[in-house]
């Protein structure tokens, strides 16, 4: 394909640190999971956002999380259409063919997803927006948390009450999925809803007694 270019030199740099300096001190450990495959016992579905690292904010080495990233961190209903569902695909290969133990759904602070579909509940679909093919729908599984959203809070305390709203959901949408809902019954399966906040560094767990997120 001739509009594919060479990887950025910044990226081919840092690669030969990694593999000078990083890669020989776990080299067994690499050639264990290329051997043995993977079995990790943790799913994680977090945000696309660049500034949250699910293996660094849970120190993991590689091969424990079984990472899923998307906008907003969103969980569809179960939904068999023939479609093509990269999260709901993602989901069923963690649980079925990994049997996973547990599956956290995380959150963080400055979403712009969550920012953009707390705009679009408020005042409509922003006009710089109203181009994009995706975003806007794919919002929309985000968009019935926001009737949770307590009506008391401030604008910018709304929208981080959006967020979590939108870990509760995407963990409701989860036992839809037949396959969860009985590996939860089982036993072999745990669900987790987190928030991160990235200026802080703090990491709150959803608390299903006090239905709140309880800084950790």
Request: aromatic content about 8%; hydrophobic content about 40%.
């Amino acid at each position: 394909m001739k509009n594919v270019q060479p990887l950025p030199q910044s990226l081919v740099e840092s690669y030969g640190i990694w593999r000078e300096g990083v890669f020989p001190e776990k080299s067994s450990h690499y050639s264990k999971l290329a051997d043995e495959g993977q079995a990790p016992p943790f799913m994680v579905i977090s945000c696309c956002d660049s500034r949250l690292h699910v293996t660094e904010v849970f120190g993991a080495n590689t091969g424990e999380i079984f990472a899923h990233r998307n906008v907003a961190n969103l969980v569809p209903p179960y939904a068999p259409d023939g479609d093509h569902h990269g999260t709901s695909a993602a989901v069923e290969y963690g649980v079925r063919a990994l049997e996973v133990s547990h599956l956290v759904v995380i959150g963080h602070s400055q979403c712009g997803g969550v920012q953009a579909c707390f705009d679009m509940c408020t005042h409509g679909l922003p006009e710089e927006q109203k181009d994009f093919e995706f975003v806007a729908q794919w919002l929309e599984i985000l968009k019935p948390a926001f009737q949770r959203v307590d009506a008391g809070l401030d604008a910018g305390s709304q929208v981080v009450d959006l967020g979590q709203q939108g870990v509760i959901a995407s963990l409701e949408n989860l036992l839809s999925f037949p396959f969860v809902a009985e590996a939860v019954a089982q036993g072999t399966l745990a669900l987790h809803g987190a928030w991160h906040d990235i200026g802080s560094g703090t990491l709150h767990e959803y608390d299903p007694e006090s239905k709140a997120f309880v800084a950790l």
